[in-house]
């Protein structure tokens, strides 16, 4: 009987004993769940601070550092091979539709142009090739200029007059200033000659003390458009008077706008001049200084715009008989500045010459003042947007325009064109933050121009700086970043 019980209370004891080991046994893998339950909780929360932390860093827009010298050389030089626009010197259309102008003009070949964006108008046969006449001495006021700018000679400087340019030893019908053998005559006072009277005296002159002799001056010339780009513009001497000299009016006035921006003084100092008196004593030989002032010769302008149009202030004439009447022509008011060029030009005789290029140039001149001005936005006013970076290299990069931001504007509202460029409202498409991988130089937003329902121009605003995700938690949180925005932003 004891026997009996011992082994009844040894069975209870072992199952006792299992039941005890089962619950030993499934402890342990509650307890390690529970410790990878807590660690997944505290990661997630973890991650949710960091996610949310920097989220919102990026959606603060935290100001960026100014560009290190390096960085802004690299900004420039990445905006300037993606958008070739930036450097170009060449014509462009508007940025906008327009309807084609109707204009009455008699020239065979036309441009008008925006001097300050370099926006065409109106044109007419603008790439006829035609010999440029006396235009061409604008290019070599141009080359002199930038001589005098560089060092290399000075306005004040005296240039002696070689036998070519002596008046008496150029053909009858050669425009002149009068030069003449032993003649004290300073290089400021030769522009004058060209700009005025159009010397080709002075040309030969002007193009011997630049150029040493005149091959190598208009291999200079030729040097400066090719720098524009210009394919179509050819010299072989310096005054025009060469009908083997080539251009087409759109060239030429790619030419003429760039001249006026580079030395915006030279309208004043020689083209508005309305004439010209040459010799005066002080040019005289020594022996003749006692005749005074009464050998010189008054000549006039050859731009007859000159005190007809409002605001007009040059530009240069050229007539060859293979070329006909040529004229250049600017003028500003309130600020807008206009080029027109017509070419082939009608007329028997300088009268009725001077006629057709007042007419056509007065009819283009006064369309675009009546219908266009110049939006212009200073350097220090240009627009920039400072926007925050999600979890990245960089807490926030700058985004800016990736071209000038200057347009012409047209006359869809308001009585005037610059009544209409106050009613040209900006605005900018541009994320809250941004949630990725940004080179310098990529387009992250636009800066777009409207007048009421029509966009005038739509800029790029591009990201002036790199910014990278640097390691693998940047990377998770990117990742979290993309799937959040899907639902949320």
């Known amino acids: 009987m004891e026997d009996f019980v011992s082994q009844k209370m040894n069975v209870k004891k072992q199952k006792e004993n299992s039941a005890n080991k089962k619950k030993v046994?499934?402890?342990?893998?509650?307890?390690?769940?529970?410790?990878?339950?807590?660690?997944?909780?505290?990661?997630?929360?973890?991650?949710?601070?960091?996610?949310?932390?920097?989220?919102?860093?990026?959606?603060?827009?935290t100001n960026a550092t100014p560009l290190t010298v390096e960085q802004s050389e690299k900004l420039e030089s990445t905006l300037n091979e993606a958008f070739p626009k930036r450097t170009s010197k060449l014509l462009t259309d508007l940025p906008y539709p327009v309807k084609p102008a109707n204009l009455d003009i008699a020239s065979g070949s036309a441009i008008l142009v925006d001097v300050e964006t370099g926006s065409v108008l109106f044109e007419k046969n603008a790439d006829m090739k035609i010999p440029p006449a006396s235009m061409t001495k604008i290019v070599e006021m141009y080359v002199v200029l930038e001589a005098v700018e560089n060092g290399k000679v000075s306005l004040?400087?005296?240039?002696?007059?070689?036998?070519?340019?002596?008046?008496?030893?150029?053909?009858?019908?050669?425009?002149?200033?009068?030069?003449?053998?032993?003649?004290?005559?300073?290089?400021?006072?030769?522009?004058?000659?060209?700009?005025?009277?159009?010397?080709?005296?002075?040309?030969?002159?002007?193009?011997?003390?630049?150029?040493?002799?005149?091959?190598?001056?208009?291999?200079?010339?030729?040097?400066?458009?090719?720098?524009?780009?210009?394919?179509?513009?050819?010299?072989v001497e310096s005054s025009g008077?060469?009908?083997?000299?080539?251009?087409?009016?759109?060239?030429?006035?790619?030419?003429?706008?760039?001249?006026?921006?580079?030395?915006?003084?030279?309208?004043?100092?020689?083209?508005?001049?309305?004439?010209?008196?040459?010799?005066l004593e002080k040019n005289l030989p020594d022996n003749r200084k006692s005749k005074?002032?009464?050998?010189?010769?008054?000549?006039?302008?050859?731009?007859?715009?000159?005190g007809l149009l409002d605001g007009c202030d040059g530009l240069k004439t050229g007539f060859i008989y293979e070329s006909g009447y040529n004229i250049s022509v600017t003028a500003e008011r309130n600020g807008t500045r206009f080029l027109s060029v017509t070419m082939k030009g009608p007329g028997s005789g300088s009268v009725q010459g001077n006629k057709w290029r007042i007419h056509d140039n007065t009819e283009m001149l006064e369309f675009a003042f009546a219908n266009f001005a110049d939006y212009k936005v200073s350097p220090s006013e240009e627009h920039s947007f400072s926007v925050g970076v999600f979890a990245s290299s960089q807490k926030a990069v700058r985004l800016v325009p990736a071209w000038q931001e200057n347009f012409t504007v047209p006359r869809l509202q308001g009585s005037s064109a610059q009544e209409a460029v106050q009613k040209v409202t900006v605005r900018a498409e541009i994320p809250r933050f941004i949630s990725e991988d940004v080179l310098c130089g990529q387009a992250c937003g636009?800066?777009?121009?409207?007048?009421g329902e029509t966009i005038l121009q739509k800029i790029p605003l591009v990201s002036d700086r790199d910014s990278r995700i640097q390691n693998k938690t940047q990377k998770l949180l990117h990742k979290i970043c993309n799937v959040y925005l899907k639902g949320n932003l």
Request: with cysteine.
């Open 25 to 61: 046994s499934l402890k342990k893998p509650l307890a390690l769940l529970f410790t990878l339950f807590f660690f997944i909780v505290v990661f997630c929360l973890v991650v949710a601070i960091l996610f949310f932390t920097s989220l919102k860093a990026a959606l603060n827009q």
């Open 156 to 235: 004040d400087d005296e240039v002696p007059l070689p036998k070519e340019s002596w008046a008496v030893n150029l053909p009858s019908d050669a425009s002149i200033m009068f030069l003449a053998e032993g003649q004290h005559v300073t290089l400021r006072e030769l522009l004058l000659g060209l700009a005025v009277a159009s010397g080709n005296d002075a040309s030969i002159a002007v193009a011997n003390f630049v150029g040493n002799n005149m091959e190598d001056f208009v291999a200079k010339m030729n040097e400066s458009v090719k720098r524009l780009g210009l394919t179509q513009t050819h010299f």
């Open 241 to 279: 008077y060469s009908e083997q000299n080539i251009t087409t009016a759109r060239e030429f006035a790619t030419f003429a706008r760039e001249y006026i921006r580079r030395f915006p003084f030279a309208l004043s100092e020689f083209h508005a001049q309305k004439e010209l008196r040459y010799p």
């Open 292 to 306: 005074g002032d009464s050998e010189a010769v008054i000549q006039y302008n050859t731009n007859k715009l000159l």
């Open 446 to 451: 636009y800066l777009v121009f409207q007048m």
